[in-house]
């Protein structure tokens, strides 16, 4: 069992950075291939990276590859999603999810969710 509370969420302008965290609680974080997840107003949720168990691969959706970088830290049990050159298309509510493997998270999402951040790109 992983539940996972996210953070970092916040208002940002057009062309800034946030960087948000994903705290795992439960014995076999290091199990679970970790993913980010976001869903804007009237839209479908939508896949935005992955990252493996081990963390040495990583997947990103098309519309943020190359902004956003997903890794994370087995001792601290958390994974972050750093967003760089934030767009007001990136405004959603961004959710972490875990599951066995990368390929779960990237055709079906996650085992387990945590309950979202509120993330809001100003142009």
């Known amino acids: 069992q992983v539940q996972l509370v996210e953070s970092g969420g916040g208002l940002v302008q057009a062309g800034g950075s946030l960087r948000l965290a994903c705290a795992a609680s439960?014995?076999?974080?290091?199990?679970?291939?970790m993913g980010w997840f976001r869903q804007a107003p009237g839209k479908e949720r939508e896949f935005v990276a992955a990252?493996?168990?081990?963390?040495?691969?990583?997947y990103y959706s098309d519309s943020v590859k190359g902004r956003f970088t997903i890794s994370r830290d087995s001792a601290k049990k958390t994974v972050y999603l750093q967003m760089n050159s934030l767009k007001p298309e990136d405004t959603a509510v961004y959710s972490c999810?875990?599951?066995?493997?990368?390929?779960?998270?990237?055709?079906?999402?996650?085992?387990?969710w945590g309950q979202g951040t509120q993330v809001t790109v100003s142009s």
């Open positions: 999810a875990a599951a066995d493997r990368t390929i779960t998270i990237r055709t079906s999402g996650g085992d387990y």
């Open positions: 439960g014995r076999t974080f290091n199990n679970y291939a």
């Open positions: 990252i493996s168990w081990i963390g040495g691969t990583t």
